[in-house]
């Protein structure tokens, strides 16, 4: 890229001036600026005339220094400010600032008003800071190039990249020259807005302008193109150093190697740790553990390993980071044991594990409790993760919270409740204080396992502890499983206790309470919670209307089922097969088998495939019309569209047949079954030995218990008594009997 002009590229920005407490911009033009910038011999810029002031001398150096003159005030508060930059010692400080500042006799110098404002920049508060100069300028005190560089940095910092370089173009007006601390400044605002390619153009002008960049200018771009994921800019750079002669120094390499290694490209950044050791650039702790983490990640063991011992063998010490990247890499590929021998190891060299690293390694043990080998179960693993937290506490090492829960985690999931609330008052006993991620996996396990009421203590213990729910996720476990068990003013209270708090429920706690009411057959109760959820603005789902639409179609309410329907359907909601499937259920128990037959041909319109269960509750309905004909149809359309019958479809369709006395048929349908290798069960036998019984056909019916017995079917009550009522009309009572008796013997069939 061509370098542009320094004056071209701010010659759209503003130069500040103070005017009411508040900068006005006035242009400036590339020409004009220019023309400020005339050289001598040297090629030094002139500096303008400032105005004097008495305790500020300016060096040829263009440095600062306070002369014996300045007040006593002035220095206890900037030695104070040394001391201590407290909240405290600002406030004073600013006060003292102020105070001088009305002050007729002496304003506060410049060195002090520069100090201030490098103290307010690195606390981030950036608009006291702004404050001060603008204060500062206000009185008459002339700010330096030092001064000007920290407001710089102030608007850098505070994201106002644009009057940071309004303030650039006022350096230029001043006639100060612009020092590499100057164009740094402007180049990381710029990055910190991701303004990459601006940044560049930037630093491409600055040796045109006098000023070469650095080591951190160029460590400043490289990190900037790093982050953005744009490793050809950086390449590029790190190239461009070496050209001008630039010492990269161990952060111009550590960023870049972290950048490659981000990205996948570990080989690259491999070499790169190769070319700094030739160019005598020592790498760091950082260095390595970038790179270990990284071939970690790819499952490259030997090398990661390799790379260990070559830290070690430099004199490098391995940090937290550095050990927890070996754990957590091995533990992830379920490599426990070369885990373990990390944490020896960092424990050995006085390293303290956090959470961080131990997590995975128990995580993976907690894991392969649960899993086991080739699914059998191995409780062993958590045990040793147990045991490693109760060596870290014999040497000393106290875990922490995330420690913890994730042995939570591993006993919850393998359901060893009894440990998980030892492990609890453990904690307690310690002063580790449970978190809300300890309790809601406790609490949710105990749920799953049917232990309410245990639930509902911890519940209440960690509102004792002031510990309180701030999600819907804890209200949501227990508000279920109080409506699983019928404890319906609990749940109320629950749901009362979420508005108290300021927890806002959401649609899957409302759905828990109206689904615990609709299988009790509480439908109006069901209906007043959607009320509810209409009144607070949280808008039913299709699954809470399909909840509520199957409560009402048990009940025969069609037309209320309906109405949600077309709520759904205004709201923008697509109706899913479940609803397709309640709605034709419902209307052909209601004997509206026509209105049935309707949503399933709107349902073939719209490409939505019925299902097998949508086919044989119209096949019901059919045949319990009388239509035998029409369920025929049918039969053959749903084989022509792909789904296959089952044994519910065949079962309905002996039944009709044989309500009507088509015997006959209703056996062809039988070995049709048969032959299609679908198994009869104990309900297909029930049907046609009943029927058969009624019309005299008592040797097919017998034969049919054989086949029954043959099968491994059962014979049930209803089997029984079918028999009975046709065989006893026939033959006399003792022979049915003892035809009876001989199957009940035979299957342990209770006759009583």
């Given at each position: 890229?061509?370098?542009?002009?320094?004056?071209?590229?701010?010659?759209?920005?503003?130069?500040?001036?103070?005017?009411?407490?508040?900068?006005?911009?006035?242009?400036?033009?590339?020409?004009?600026?220019?023309?400020?910038?005339?050289?001598?011999?040297?090629?030094?810029?002139?500096?303008?005339?400032?105005?004097?002031?008495?305790?500020?001398?300016?060096?040829?150096?263009?440095?600062?220094?306070?002369?014996?003159?300045?007040?006593?005030?002035?220095?206890?508060?900037?030695?104070?400010?040394?001391?201590?930059?407290?909240?405290?010692?600002?406030?004073?400080?600013?006060?003292?600032?102020?105070?001088?500042?009305?002050?007729?006799?002496?304003?506060?110098?410049?060195?002090?008003?520069?100090?201030?404002?490098?103290?307010?920049?690195?606390?981030?508060?950036?608009?006291?800071?702004?404050?001060?100069?603008?204060?500062?300028?206000?009185?008459?005190?002339?700010?330096?190039?030092?001064?000007?560089?920290?407001?710089?940095?102030?608007?850098?910092?505070?994201?106002?990249?644009?009057?940071?370089?309004?303030?650039?173009?006022?350096?230029?007006?001043?006639?100060?020259?612009?020092?590499?601390?100057?164009?740094?400044?402007?180049?990381?605002?710029?990055?910190?807005?991701?303004?990459?390619?601006?940044?560049?153009?930037?630093?491409?002008?600055?040796?045109?302008?006098?000023?070469?960049?650095?080591?951190?200018?160029?460590?400043?771009?490289?990190?900037?193109?790093?982050?953005?994921?744009?490793?050809?800019?950086?390449?590029?750079?790190?190239?461009?150093?070496?050209?001008?002669?630039?010492?990269?120094?161990?952060?111009?390499?550590?960023?870049?190697?972290?950048?490659?290694?981000?990205?996948?490209?570990?080989?690259?950044?491999?070499?790169?740790?190769?070319?700094?050791?030739?160019?005598?650039?020592?790498?760091?702790?950082?260095?390595?553990?970038?790179?270990?983490?990284?071939?970690?990640?790819?499952?490259?063991?030997?090398?990661?390993?390799?790379?260990?011992?070559?830290?070690?063998?430099?004199?490098?010490?391995?940090?937290?980071?550095?050990?927890?990247?070996?754990?957590?890499?091995?533990?992830?590929?379920?490599?426990?044991?070369?885990?373990?021998?990390?944490?020896?190891?960092?424990?050995?060299?006085?390293?303290?594990?956090?959470?961080?690293?131990?997590?995975?390694?128990?995580?993976?043990?907690?894991?392969?409790?649960?899993?086991?080998?080739?699914?059998?179960?191995?409780?062993?693993?958590?045990?040793?993760?147990?045991?490693?937290?109760?060596?870290?506490?014999?040497?000393?090492?106290?875990?922490?919270?995330?420690?913890?829960?994730?042995?939570?985690?591993?006993?919850?999931?393998?359901?060893?409740?009894?440990?998980?609330?030892?492990?609890?008052?453990?904690?307690?006993?310690?002063?580790?204080?449970?978190?809300?991620?300890?309790?809601?996996?406790?609490?949710?396990?105990?749920?799953?396992?049917?232990?309410?009421?245990?639930?509902?203590?911890?519940?209440?213990?960690?509102?004792?502890?002031?510990?309180?729910?701030?999600?819907?996720?804890?209200?949501?476990?227990?508000?279920?499983?109080?409506?699983?068990?019928?404890?319906?003013?609990?749940?109320?209270?629950?749901?009362?206790?979420?508005?108290?708090?300021?927890?806002?429920?959401?649609?899957?706690?409302?759905?828990?309470?109206?689904?615990?009411?609709?299988?009790?057959?509480?439908?109006?109760?069901?209906?007043?919670?959607?009320?509810?959820?209409?009144?607070?603005?949280?808008?039913?789902?299709?699954?809470?209307?399909?909840?509520v639409m199957d409560g009402l179609s048990k009940e025969g309410r069609m037309d209320e089922?309906?109405?949600?329907?077309?709520?759904?359907?205004?709201?923008?909601?697509?109706?899913?097969?479940?609803?397709?499937?309640?709605?034709?259920?419902?209307?052909?128990?209601?004997?509206?088998?026509?209105?049935?037959?309707?949503?399933?041909?709107?349902?073939?319109?719209?490409?939505?495939?019925?299902?097998?269960?949508?086919?044989?509750?119209?096949?019901?309905?059919?045949?319990?019309?009388?239509?035998?004909?029409?369920?025929?149809?049918?039969?053959?359309?749903?084989?022509?569209?792909?789904?296959?019958?089952?044994?519910?479809?065949?079962?309905?369709?002996?039944?009709?047949?044989c309500k009507e006395g088509l015997l006959d048929?209703?056996?062809?349908?039988?070995?049709?079954?048969?032959?299609?290798?679908?198994?009869?069960?104990?309900?297909?036998?029930?049907?046609?030995?009943?029927?058969?019984?009624?019309?005299?056909?008592?040797?097919?019916?017998?034969?049919?218990?054989?086949?029954?017995?043959?099968?491994?079917?059962?014979?049930?009550?209803?089997?029984?008594?079918?028999?009975?009522?046709?065989?006893?009309?026939?033959?006399?009572?003792?022979?049915?009997?003892?035809?009876?008796?001989?199957?009940?013997?035979?299957?342990?069939?209770?006759?009583?």
């Open positions: 890229m061509r370098p542009i002009s320094i004056f071209s590229y701010v010659s759209s920005l503003t130069l500040l001036s103070l005017k009411h407490h508040r900068y006005t911009a006035r242009s400036f033009s590339a020409s004009a600026g220019s023309k400020l910038a005339r050289r001598d011999n040297n090629d030094v810029i002139h500096k303008k005339h400032l105005p004097a002031h008495p305790f500020i001398t300016r060096s040829e150096s263009g440095h600062f220094s306070c002369s014996s003159e300045v007040h006593k005030q002035e220095c206890g508060v900037l030695q104070s400010l040394h001391n201590s930059s407290s909240h405290d010692e600002i406030e004073k400080a600013l006060a003292a600032f102020d105070d001088m500042r009305f002050c007729r006799v002496h304003k506060p110098s410049e060195i002090f008003c520069t100090r201030l404002l490098g103290v307010l920049v690195k606390r981030g508060r950036y608009e006291d800071g702004f404050s001060v100069y603008f204060k500062m300028v206000g009185a008459g005190i002339s700010p330096s190039l030092v001064t000007l560089n920290i407001l710089l940095n102030c608007f850098s910092k505070a994201h106002q990249i644009e009057t940071a370089f309004a303030v650039f173009g006022g350096v230029l007006k001043a006639g100060f020259s612009p020092s590499a601390i100057t164009f740094n400044t402007l180049i990381d605002g710029l990055l910190k807005s991701s303004r990459l390619d601006e940044a560049l153009a930037l630093q491409a002008s600055m040796s045109a302008e006098g000023c070469d960049p650095d080591v951190f200018t160029y460590n400043c771009l490289i990190d900037g193109a790093c982050k953005m994921g744009r490793l050809g800019d950086a390449r590029s750079l790190l190239r461009e150093m070496a050209v001008k002669n630039i010492v990269a120094n161990t952060v111009t390499y550590n960023t870049v190697i972290d950048g490659l290694s981000k990205e996948g490209l570990v080989d690259e950044a491999y070499e790169l740790y190769k070319e700094m050791n030739v160019n005598g650039i020592s790498p760091n702790v950082a260095t390595f553990t970038s790179l270990i983490h990284r071939l970690c990640i790819a499952g490259r063991w030997q090398e990661a390993k390799a790379l260990f011992n070559k830290m070690l063998d430099s004199g490098i010490k391995p940090n937290v980071v550095t050990f927890s990247a070996l754990v957590h890499g091995f533990s992830e590929h379920g490599m426990i044991d070369e885990a373990f021998q990390f944490v020896g190891l960092m424990l050995k060299i006085g390293e303290s594990p956090n959470g961080y690293t131990l997590i995975p390694i128990i995580g993976s043990l907690a894991k392969k409790s649960r899993m086991g080998v080739n699914g059998l179960p191995k409780p062993d693993s958590i045990d040793e993760a147990l045991t490693l937290v109760r060596s870290m506490l014999t040497e000393g090492y106290l875990p922490d919270v995330f420690v913890y829960n994730s042995l939570f985690d591993g006993l919850c999931k393998a359901g060893r409740l009894e440990q998980a609330n030892a492990l609890l008052h453990e904690m307690n006993m310690m002063g580790i204080r449970p978190n809300l991620v300890t309790y809601s996996m406790i609490i949710d396990r105990l749920c799953k396992e049917g232990f309410l009421d245990r639930a509902m203590e911890v519940y209440e213990e960690m509102n004792r502890k002031g510990i309180f729910p701030d999600s819907v996720y804890i209200f949501s476990i227990l508000i279920n499983r109080l409506c699983i068990e019928n404890r319906w003013q609990e749940a109320k209270e629950m749901l009362n206790n979420m508005f108290n708090r300021g927890v806002r429920p959401d649609v899957v706690t409302f759905n828990s309470i109206i689904d615990g009411y609709c299988k009790e057959g509480r439908v109006n109760d069901a209906l007043d919670v959607m009320t509810v959820m209409f009144e607070v603005d949280e808008l039913p789902n299709v699954y809470t209307c399909n909840i089922a309906m109405q949600l329907v077309t709520y759904l359907l205004k709201s923008g909601n697509c109706l899913d097969i479940l609803t397709y499937g309640i709605l034709i259920s419902g209307l052909c128990k209601s004997g509206r088998v026509d209105e049935a037959a309707s949503i399933y041909n709107y349902m073939l319109c719209i490409g939505c495939e019925p299902n097998v269960v949508i086919y044989n509750c119209l096949i019901d309905g059919f045949c319990k019309m009388g239509k035998i004909n029409d369920a025929k149809v049918l039969v053959n359309e749903m084989v022509l569209r792909g789904t296959s019958i089952d044994v519910v479809t065949c079962n309905v369709f002996i039944d009709a047949l048929e209703a056996w062809k349908v039988y070995e049709e079954m048969l032959g299609k290798g679908l198994c009869p069960s104990v309900i297909t036998f029930n049907i046609l030995i009943h029927n058969l019984c009624r019309h005299g056909r008592h040797e097919d019916a017998k034969t049919l218990i054989n086949e029954m017995l043959v099968r491994g079917i059962k014979p049930d009550r209803v089997t029984c008594n079918g028999l009975f009522s046709g065989l006893h009309k026939s033959t006399n009572i003792d022979h049915t009997v003892d035809f009876l008796r001989g199957i009940a013997e035979m299957d342990n069939v209770c006759l009583s």
